[in-house]
């Protein structure tokens, strides 16, 4: 599975901005995907995950109720949207695959290469 990410740039604190990851191959719909985020200095921290199916989301607690994660599994794609964006979410986000439904780093079994998103206040 090749993931490549887009949607990222420089928007204002309180605005929104929708990421999208395409993803290759014909077994989209059997991974579990999910959403990274790494500041500058900082460690990768989860964001969000979906399940195989769209019917299950997890969030972290930083973003839950400003981000929304989904699937279109006919398009072999998976979005955030981010709203009410905070200085603190300037970051490079990574989607990523998994066999299974986890916020687990070490769970996920193929990376995209990352979109920058940067959040000025």
């Known amino acids: 599975v090749q993931l490549v990410e887009s949607g990222g740039g420089l928007v204002q604190a309180g605005g929104s901005l929708r990421l999208s990851c395409a993803a290759s191959g014909r077994m989209f719909s059997s991974y579990c995907m999910g959403w990274f985020r790494q500041a500058p200095g900082k460690e990768r921290e989860f964001v969000a995950a979906?399940?195989?199916?769209?019917?299950?989301?997890y969030y972290a607690d930083s973003v839950k109720g400003r981000f929304t994660i989904s699937r279109d599994n006919a398009k072999n794609t998976v979005y955030l949207q981010m709203n009410s964006l905070k200085s603190e979410d300037t970051a490079v986000y990574y989607c990523a695959a998994s066999l299974i439904f986890t916020g687990t780093l070490n769970g996920y079994d193929y990376w995209g290469r990352g979109t920058l998103v940067t959040v000025s206040s």
């Open positions: 979906v399940q195989w199916s769209g019917g299950s989301t």
